[in-house]
């Protein structure tokens, strides 16, 4: 019984164990079928046994499928988007979480001469490394904030957002945030054109939250244009 057992013996305790006649002579030794190691190995080659070719198939057929629904005459998304929501100036917007690397005080921000503007703000340190930091409401045309606006609590902490996204990390103040929010990509609005100054060609779609519009950025156009104007 040495080794990988064979068919018979991964059938022994229904045959000769305690579920069969219980002539096994280790039933002595071992009293019920569950404490011989017979029994044990059978139960791990069960589990290390490689899966049929149409099990594997058919739940990467499932996990590859879009995830849609049907509304109607129209098929529509219903992938979840976890997303980090920030105010910059009089704009609440959102970035993916997978970006958000961190969120810290505010910090010293050390000019570059000759370099440093209104969009490249200067350099930051984060933890003895120096980054890159800039003024997204600047590049992106964000008015400042009027004392009329909407707050999402009495106390207000300014903060700065740490990102990464093509190899670089960046930098920017936020007025105000609020965290991590979960929404379906079936909520994303179009973008009207009077949608303050902000181009609309770096945003996704707006959604609803706590009454707000908030404006989901598009990463990928964001971060490309912010590394060609910048780096």
């Known amino acids: 019984m040495e080794?990988?057992?064979n068919s018979k013996v991964l059938n022994c305790w229904n045959q000769i164990g305690i579920a069969g006649d219980r002539s096994c002579p280790e039933?002595?030794?071992y009293i019920r079928c569950q404490n011989c190691p017979v029994y044990s190995l059978a139960g791990r080659?069960?589990?290390?046994r490689e899966a049929p070719q149409a099990y594997i198939d058919e739940w990467t057929n499932l996990i590859s499928q879009e995830?849609?629904?049907e509304v109607g005459n129209r098929i529509v998304s219903i992938e979840t988007i976890t997303v980090g929501i920030f105010r910059v100036g009089q704009e609440w917007l959102a970035l993916s979480t997978q970006l958000i690397k961190e969120v810290m005080p505010r910090s010293t921000i050390h000019t570059l001469p000759h370099r440093s503007n209104n969009i490249f703000l200067g350099l930051v340190n984060l933890r003895g490394e120096v980054q890159i930091c800039i003024s997204l409401q600047e590049f992106l045309g964000i008015e400042n904030s009027d004392g009329d606006r909407q707050k999402t609590s009495p106390v207000i902490y300014e903060r700065m957002v740490v990102?990464?996204?093509f190899g670089n990390r960046w930098v920017?103040?936020?007025d105000e945030i609020y965290g991590m929010h979960?929404?379906?990509a079936m909520e994303l609005g179009n973008v009207p054109?009077?949608?303050s100054k902000m181009p609309e060609n770096y945003t996704q779609g707006l959604f609803n939250w706590k009454n707000q519009k908030v404006s989901y950025l598009d990463d990928e156009l964001l971060f490309y244009a912010l590394s060609k104007k910048v780096l």
């Not at 080659?45 to 290390?48: I, K, M, N, V």
């Open 27 to 29: 039933l002595k030794t």
């Open 193 to 195: 054109a009077t949608l």
């Open 67 to 69: 995830k849609s629904l």
């Open 45 to 48: 080659s069960l589990l290390e």
């Open 163 to 165: 990102v990464e996204k």
């Open 172 to 174: 920017f103040p936020v």
């Open 3 to 5: 080794g990988v057992p």
């Open 182 to 184: 979960r929404i379906h």
